[in-house]
């Protein structure tokens, strides 16, 4: 009886089993992608577990279908994240951290501290979106990526910049 059941299946050009990801599947496929598996793998774990259908022709038609709705709730995301990118460009924000005479932190400034900073501008983002090539461990100007999209990334100003403290007691030094 199961060599019946292979035989219905959609074979692929590698002789696999031809399947319509539901699901988004790691090391496989994104939802909507027809993919080319064993049929072990088909018939054992995808197809039970809910994760992927046969690629038949109507499905291939309704994901078709689905896909321009995708297409274009994508391209409004990626204009939000565009416009986002722009604003953020158009942004210095300041970060006050701990120096020595030389300009050289006690600390770092890491992705922490940046974003508490854009959080006090009116920007929430995480910190995986801040990409930096390591820690501001100096006073100065950098320039930053945030990876807000695979497609789109801003460069953000940042300011390192010696914290204002009163050596001589006055208050409201700042």
Do not use: C
Not at 37 to 44: R, W
Not at 115 to 121: E, N
């Amino acid at each position: 009886m199961p060599a019946t059941r292979h035989k219905r299946l959609p074979k692929g050009e590698n002789g696999g089993v031809q399947l319509l990801l539901i699901h988004n599947v790691e090391h496989l496929g994104k939802q909507g992608d027809i993919v080319e598996v064993k049929p072990g793998h088909a018939l054992n774990y995808l197809v039970p577990q809910g994760l992927a259908t046969i690629a038949n022709d109507h499905h291939k038609r309704m994901v078709e279908k689905h896909r321009d709705k995708l297409r274009a709730i994508e391209l409004e995301k990626l204009k939000e994240y565009r416009d986002l990118a722009d604003e953020l460009g158009k942004q210095s924000i300041t970060i006050e951290a701990n120096a020595n005479d030389e300009g050289h932190l006690y600390g770092s400034v890491g992705p922490h501290e940046i974003v508490d900073a854009l959080k006090g501008a009116g920007f929430t983002l995480a910190q995986d979106q801040i990409r930096l090539e390591g820690p501001l461990k100096e006073l100065g100007l950098y320039t930053i990526k945030i990876h807000l999209h695979s497609e789109v990334e801003a460069g953000l100003k940042v300011w390192v910049v010696p914290t204002v403290a009163s050596e001589t007691g006055e208050p409201g030094a700042s």
